[in-house]
């Protein structure tokens, strides 16, 4: 059964920096894609960005060109930079391994998620 810890979460000013980290045990981690998603509170899940197996990577508009996924499959940890951060960023953000098809990220688990603050 794989395990995913989210970490790296945190108070930034808007304009800031935070990396989320998401460590995998359990499974094998290259084999699989990896998806941020992010949740606010009174809204629904949605996708921030995936990075597949092999390392294609796709960005929700609202953070292209500031958020960056990447992943270490020799540390089993998946990665996501944020870079100029918005207030409108503030969530909860979750790491999840999965399938991509159609450019369509599928999970299949599930982290226990990070709590990303900005504030103004």
């Known amino acids: 059964q794989v395990q995913l810890v989210e970490s790296g979460g945190g108070l930034v000013q808007a304009g800031g920096s935070l990396r989320l980290s998401c460590a995998a045990s359990g499974r094998t981690f290259r084999a699989y894609a990896m998806g941020w998603f992010r949740q606010s509170p009174g809204k629904e899940r949605e996708f921030v960005a995936h990075?597949?197996?092999?390392?294609?990577?796709a960005y929700a508009d609202s953070v292209k060109g500031r958020f960056t996924i990447s992943r270490d499959n020799t540390k089993n940890t998946g990665y996501l930079q944020m870079n100029s951060l918005k207030p409108e960023d503030t969530a909860v953000y979750y790491c999840?391994?999965?399938?991509?098809?159609?450019?369509?990220?599928?999970?299949?688990?599930w982290g226990q998620g990070t709590q990303v603050t900005v504030s103004s």
């Open positions: 990075i597949s197996a092999s390392g294609g990577s």
């Open positions: 999840a391994l999965g399938r991509i098809m159609f450019n369509s990220f599928t999970p299949s688990n």
